[in-house]
């Protein structure tokens, strides 16, 4: 089983590698939003970011105003009867100050994503499940009469024909979180009853949340059997081929943004950090096939002045080497070849391995050269403190603030998953997977075998380990871009905020994709979202 030094996500980090000759250079990934439903909730922890297609101003964490758009919740919200709404609301009560959830309000329809409650969090989720008991089961039921609670180890156990009672009411999202919730409570009879109602509710085949719960039964199934490193070493030993994979990868790269979005942002703040440097010197901690870097070099090779020397360091291990179908060695070739079209010096060092393995001497940095870093869809990969003594992510953080370098630019997925408990893991998956199954669905057809295949291959693993694995073993590990900034600000570095020009390119880039994707700028960084739901943060740093 590789640990966490070792593994590649597929569900993001695989989208990449795509054939240069093939794919837009900034092209991208995916993620997307929930359905509406009523679902026990703990696990999404903040606030919510409100997208302002007509306003350029953004506001701090600490001073928002409700009335701009942005809602403060500090407790978990009510859930009342069979909502229309989200229940996976952003939640803030046991996160640090900066440690925030970034949803975005319809503008369109002008509803709140979520409400605020005063009920205090050791009894919410109680409360909630009480709430929807009575509304799917009815006063008259037994198990209401009984004043049964799921938070009772002691109260009877639901049993099948009360579950059979409630499958018309149900959908997919309901009977996971309960199925999720009686796991955590070591109900194995309840759980296990709940198992039998997915199965007959989920496919891989059908509709987004039956798509997505097919992999997360997988993954319940794998934690209640206590196998979830076995299945998921299955899964790493089952890899496609260089060939398919790249198909698969290909074509959730194609139809989503994400990818572009951290390429175009991180681009465009090197670009302005690097202008007129005689010698510049970027480092990658993501390479992949290195296509982000063709506009750069372009646009490099035009400043005043003539070209400067260009030298890229690419860190990349053994799970991109198979999606490449080689290794570093054909993306140095490849951007050689580009910078030798536009008379650009170049020079490429390839680091294969993984971030948490890089040393300073990896890097081979030279005197009077001008640094920037960029760590696109990675740095969660490295255990911290709660996983090891070692807390390779700080310590990488450390080591890039001790390079000096002119600008550093983080992206990550905007979801809380590191340290979470298990069911509040869980909900936080459901919520953050069930954007990124929606957002695929809004750009292939759904009968589109191959992107049956993309989300098998590409997604279910992350799942899987997300779910049924814990301390190192659990390799998928988010976290909001507050604990991000927390954590950058510690080692050294400021905010570089978004120029009104990037931010520019950055949106102009989504008029080629669905019109439920949107960006905003909030608190100096970029959002990148699927109608409510904020799924990708981008922000720059420099030393403080």
Known sequence: MRTSQQHRSTAIHMLHHQPMQEVDPYSSPHFQILENSVCPDTGSQGKNVSFQTNKEEYFTLESTPVNDGFIACDSPSAVSGLSNRSPFSPQGSHSYSS???????????????????????????????RELEVSLLGLESDIVDSGY??????????????????????????????????????????????????????????????????????GLRARLEKSGSMIYKTLKCE??????????????YRICPYWKFAYLSSNVVIREALLNEPRVHIIDFQIAQGTQWVPLIQDLACQPGGPPLIRI???????????????????????????????????????????????????????????AVTCPFVLHHMPDESVSTENHRDRLLRLVRSLSPKVMTLVEQESNTNTSSFYSRFVESVDYYTAMFES???????????????EMHCV???????????????????????KWRSRLMMAGFTPCPFGPSGIGEVRNMLKDYNENYRVEQY??????????????????????
């Open 99 to 129: 440690d925030h959830h970034h949803h975005f309000s319809d503008t369109t329809s002008g509803s709140p994503v979520s409400g605020c409650s005063g009920v205090d969090d050791g009894n919410d989720l109680k409360y909630k499940l």
């Open 460 to 482: 279910a693993r992350d799942i899987v380990n997300m779910i049924a694995c814990e301390e190192a073993e659990r390799v998928e590990r988010h976290e909001l871009l507050g």
């Open 239 to 252: 890899v496609p081929t260089s060939e398919e994979l790249m198909t698969y990868m290909s074509i959730l």
């Open 313 to 371: 360091t690419g860190v990349d291990d053994t799970q991109s080497n198979h999606a490449r179908g080689g290794g570093l060695h054909i993306v140095g070739k490849r951007l050689s070849e580009v910078a030798a079209k536009y008379n650009v010096r170049f020079e490429f060092n390839a680091a294969a391995m993984s971030g948490c393995e890089v040393e300073l001497e990896n890097l081979r940095i030279q005197p009077g050269e001008a640094i």
């Open 523 to 544: 608190n100096g960084a970029l959002y990148l979202g699927w109608k409510k739901r904020a799924l990708a943060a981008s922000s720059a740093w420099r030393c403080a």
């Open 149 to 218: 609670c799921c938070f009772k180890s002691d109260m009877t156990r639901w049993n099948e024909k009360q579950i059979a009672e409630m499958i018309p009411k149900l959908n997919v999202k309901d009977a996971l979180i309960f199925c999720a919730y009686a796991i955590s409570e070591a109900d194995m009879y309840t759980a296990a009853n709940w198992m039998e109602v997915l199965g007959h509710m989920v496919s891989v085949s059908g509709e987004p949340m039956q798509r997505l719960g097919a992999y997360m039964l997988e």
């Open 440 to 454: 695929i669905d809004a750009g292939c057809p759904r009968d589109d075998k191959q992107r049956i295949s993309a």
